[in-house]
């Protein structure tokens, strides 16, 4: 109706003009009135037929997408190359959304998936070693009640890192802060305190170097959560790396970044593991990275990892090689310390720590 009368309207309008130019009397212009009641109705017919033409292919979008709400998520909506462009791309722009939330769903599923089943496993463990206590209880071996004790203890701590690992992560997800107080740090005394840490538990046949600059390297950052990911890469390495091998960390800065670079001389990662090697829940060669000496992992600490370092704005690279061993390296914005920071910060010893 709209169109209709946008489309009349004028008409009128400059059929009034001209009769009030031409001086004819209000009576003459009265006689042609009847003359717009057909032409009103050509009118409607004619944008009632447009309307639905242009509204045809609307309509049937509209019903295809109400349709998949009750349908498998897998379906997509046709496709013909011969209706408007318009309605065209917006089916093409549907189903890719579709695309985005089906791979959502099965990344959530797998999730689900993986999550129970590293759950389920020392569950497992804890609930068979607690049924063997209870069934034998006060005439079983000392020997057996320490392992038990201690394997429940194991167990339970590995559920306690994994519910933790699991929770950043969903707080990543949800959008909310990972990192807890940032501060200017220096990298130095960052990686001097994964290298005390490192060279306690590293086993002894594998050689462990930390070489690190002389100057400081400042980064406006959470200190706890940088150690956090360098321990894991670090006993990544270590765990990857076979006796005789060699892991070394070495840091060093440009005009704008601190390069921080973890290299093994271990089994290496296969080209198509290298693609997912971020992923959840993901390993490599399960059987030979699984130390007995560090205890098994989720898989979750590399996802982590990346999840902190972006955090921080900087990013992780790996270049790989099988046989010839793995190469993390980490980079982060580094910023200027002011002198009312320098002054509460404690001082490094002149000599660095670069053993071995």
């Known amino acids: 109706m709209f169109m209709t009368m946008s489309g009349v309207l004028p008409i009128i309008i400059c059929h ?9 009397p209000p009576q003459e212009f009265f006689r042609f009135v009847p003359f717009y009641i057909p032409l009103l109705l050509i009118l409607l017919g004619i944008n009632w037929f447009l309307a639905d033409l242009i509204l045809r292919p609307l309509t049937q979008l509209l019903a295809a997408t109400t349709k998949l709400a009750s349908m498998d998520l897998r379906q997509r909506l046709e496709v013909d190359t011969h209706e408007p462009v318009e309605t065209l791309e917006l089916r093409r722009a549907f189903n890719k959304l579709l695309n985005r939330l089906e791979e959502s769903l099965n990344i959530q599923c797998q999730f689900v998936a993986d999550a129970s089943h590293e759950l389920r496993t020392p569950l497992t463990s804890i609930q068979g070693y607690t049924k063997l206590l209870l069934r034998r209880g006060s005439n079983i071996d000392a020997n057996l009640l320490g392992e038990a004790l201690q394997t429940i203890s194991d167990e339970s701590g590995r559920l306690i890192r994994l519910v933790s690992d699991l929770l950043q992560l969903a707080r990543a997800d949800a959008g909310q802060a990972i990192i807890n107080q940032q501060e200017v740090v220096d990298m130095r005394e960052v ?12 086993p002894e046949q594998i050689e462990i170097q930390f070489i690190l600059p002389q100057s400081s390297i400042w980064v406006y950052a959470d200190a706890d959560r940088l150690k956090q990911v360098f321990l894991n890469l670090t006993n990544n390495a270590i765990k990857a790396t076979q006796a005789g091998g ?5 840091l060093r800065s440009t005009d704008n970044q601190a390069i921080i670079r973890v290299i093994d001389t271990g089994i290496g990662i296969a080209p198509a593991d290298q693609q997912r090697i971020f ?4 390993r490599v060669e399960r059987s030979r990275t699984r130390s007995r000496l560090y205890g098994g992992g989720t898989g979750l600490g590399l996802a982590i990892a990346l999840t902190i370092i972006k955090a921080h704005g900087g990013s992780i690279e790996l270049e790989s090689e099988l046989n010839k061993g793995s190469t993390f390296t980490v980079k982060l914005p580094v910023t200027e310390k002011s002198p009312a920071i320098k002054t509460a910060q404690p001082s490094l010893p002149k000599d660095d720590k670069t053993n071995a």
Not at 191 to 202: H, K, L, P, Q, Y
Not at 246 to 250: A, I
Not at 279 to 282: A, G, H, P, S, W
């Open 246 to 250: 060699k892991v070394t960390v070495t």
């Open 279 to 282: 992923d959840r829940f993901y």
């Open 16 to 24: 009034v003009i001209v009769f009030s130019v031409s001086g004819a």
């Open 191 to 202: 990686m001097a305190s994964v290298e005390d840490t490192v060279t306690v538990i590293a």
